[in-house]
C-alpha cells in the first residue's frame, strides 16, 4: 500500500482528509494572493512584509485561547465555525473587490489577518482530532498522508495559478483576482460540509469548572516540563523567527532578479511543493525514529539550501534550491508533530498545538517586518544568508539536550 493510505481506512478521518484536500486546494490559489497584490499595488516591500505580519500575528494572539477551546469544546463544532468564519471574511473582501476594483491597501493588512484568526482556531482542533479518527499505530500515516496531500494540493492550485490566472492577471487583473477569491470561498464551503459529517468530538475528559488562566497554565506547563517538547517548540520559535520573511524576500526576489510575474512566481512554489509531496511519501515510507536527530539534520539541511538560493541570480538554480529545500523539509514535519501528539493526552492536545503553533507563526511579524527593512538596507543576498545561517542554528542548538539527541517515536505509531 502507497505510504499513508492506511489512515484512510477509518471512514472518520477519511472524510476529514477529502474535506481538507478541497480545502488546501483553494489555499493554494489564494496563498500567495494578498502578498503578490500588496507587491503589485503599492511596490514597497515594508508593505509587502506588514501583510506578510498580520497575517502571522494572530498565532500570538488568540492563538492559545484557541487551545484552550479545543480541549474544552467538541472540536467538530470547531473545525466548521472556522470554515464558516472563513468564508464570510472572504466573501466581504470579494464584495469589496466587485464594487471598488483596486482595493484599498488597508483591506489588504485585515483581511489576511482575519483570516489567520479563524485558521488560529481550525488548527488544534483539527491536530487534536485526527488522534482520535484513526488508531494509534496509524497516526503517523495520518501525518504523512496529510503532509503529503497538502503539498499535492498546493501543486494543483499553484498549477492553475501559474497556468490559468497567470495569464489571467496579466490580461485582467480586475477579474483575476476575484476569481482567486471566490474560489477559495467555495473551497472552504465543501469542507465545511464534510466536516459537518464528522462524529462529535468533544473533550474525552470534562471540567466541571473552567478557569481560563490555569487551563493555559497547564498547556504551557506541559510543553515546558517535558525534555522534548521544550526544545523543539524553542527551536521552531528560532526557525519561524529567521525565516518569518521568506515571502517577503521570495517576491521581492521575483521583481529584482526575474520577471516580477505571478506565474513566475507560482512556478517556483510548484517546484517547492512537488519535493514536499515527495519527500513526504520518502519519509512515510521511511518512518522515522529518531525524531530529534530528523530535526536537527532536516532544518541544518534547509537553512543550507536558503543562502545558496541568495546567490542564484539565475532562476533555474533558484529553483533547484526551492526542490532540495522541499525535499528535507519533511524529515521535520513529519516526524515531529506525530511525536507531539503521542506525547501527551487528548485532555491537553488542543493546547499543546496551539503553543506549538503560536511558537512558530506567532514570531513570523517579526521576521517578516525585519525582512521587510533588510531588503532595503542589506539586500537580497544577505537577507538570504541571515535566514539561512538562523535556519541551521535553530536546527542545531537543540542538540545540547540529550532527551532531544535520544528522542524516539513511540513504538505504536
Not at 24 to 31: H, K, L, N, P
Not at 102 to 122: H, I, K
Not at 230 to 253: D, E, H, K, Q, W
Not at 379 to 388: A, Q, R, S
Request: net charge positive.
Amino acid at each position: 500500500m502507497v505510504p499513508g493510505l492506511r489512515a484512510l481506512e477509518s471512514p472518520a478521518f477519511r472524510r476529514l482528509w477529502i474535506g481538507q484536500t478541497v480545502s488546501q486546494f483553494g489555499d493554494a490559489v489564494y496563498g500567495l494572493l494578498f502578498i503578490f497584490m500588496a507587491s503589485k499595488l503599492t511596490e514597497n516591500d515594508v508593505i509587502v512584509g506588514l501583510v506578510a505580519a498580520l497575517t502571522a500575528l494572530p498565532y500570538f494572539f488568540p492563538g492559545p485561547l484557541a487551545g484552550v477551546l479545543a480541549d474544552r469544546l467538541d472540536r467538530r463544532t470547531v473545525l466548521v465555525w472556522s470554515d464558516l468564519a472563513s468564508i464570510i471574511i472572504l466573501g466581504a473582501f470579494l464584495l469589496l473587490l466587485v464594487f471598488t476594483g483596486d482595493p484599498p491597501v488597508w483591506t489588504l493588512l485585515v483581511t489576511p489577518c482575519l483570516l489567520s484568526t479563524a485558521n488560529v482556531f481550525f488548527f488544534p482542533a483539527r491536530a487534536a482530532a485526527v488522534p482520535r479518527l484513526v488508531p494509534e499505530d496509524r497516526l503517523y500515516d495520518a501525518t504523512a498522508l496529510g503532509s503529503a496531500t497538502m503539498n499535492l494540493m498546493q501543486l494543483i492550485g499553484l498549477g492553475l495559478a501559474a497556468g490559468l490566472l497567470g495569464p489571467l492577471e496579466k490580461a485582467n487583473p480586475t477579474v483575476f483576482f476575484p476569481l482567486a477569491i471566490g474560489i477559495n470561498m467555495a473551497t472552504f464551503a465543501v469542507s465545511a460540509l464534510f466536516l459537518r459529517s464528522l462524529p462529535p468530538l468533544p473533550p474525552e475528559e470534562k471540567r466541571e469548572k473552567h478557569d481560563w488562566k490555569a487551563e493555559l497554565a497547564e498547556g504551557f506547563q506541559t510543553v515546558w516540563r517535558h525534555g522534548v517538547l521544550r526544545p523543539i517548540l524553542l527551536a521552531n520559535m528560532a526557525a519561524s523567527l529567521s525565516i518569518g520573511g521568506f515571502m517577503v524576500a521570495y517576491t521581492a526576489t521575483n521583481r529584482a532578479w526575474f520577471d516580477g510575474k505571478f506565474a513566475t512566481l507560482a512556478w517556483i512554489e510548484v517546484a517547492f511543493v512537488v519535493s514536499m509531496l515527495v519527500g513526504s511519501l520518502a519519509v512515510a515510507q521511511a518512518r522515522v525514529s529518531r525524531v530529534g536527530a530528523a530535526y536537527a539534520v532536516g532544518t541544518f539541511i534547509v537553512g543550507l539550501t536558503v543562502i545558496l538560493m541568495g546567490y542564484s541570480q539565475i532562476y533555474g538554480w533558484f529553483v533547484f534550491w526551492n526542490i532540495v529545500a522541499g525535499l528535507a523539509l519533511p524529515i521535520v514535519t513529519v516526524p515531529t508533530p506525530t511525536y507531539m501528539n503521542l506525547a501527551v493526552s487528548d485532555s491537553v492536545r488542543g493546547r499543546v498545538n496551539s503553543f506549538s503553533a503560536m511558537v512558530s507563526a506567532g514570531v513570523q511579524p517579526i521576521g517578516a517586518g525585519i525582512v521587510g527593512v533588510g531588503l532595503d538596507r542589506l539586500g537580497i543576498t544577505t537577507v538570504y544568508v541571515v535566514m539561512g545561517l538562523g535556519l541551521m542554528a535553530a536546527g542545531l542548538a537543540p542538540l545540547a539536550s540529550r532527551q532531544f539527541r535520544e528522542a524516539r517515536m513511540p513504538s505504536s505509531a
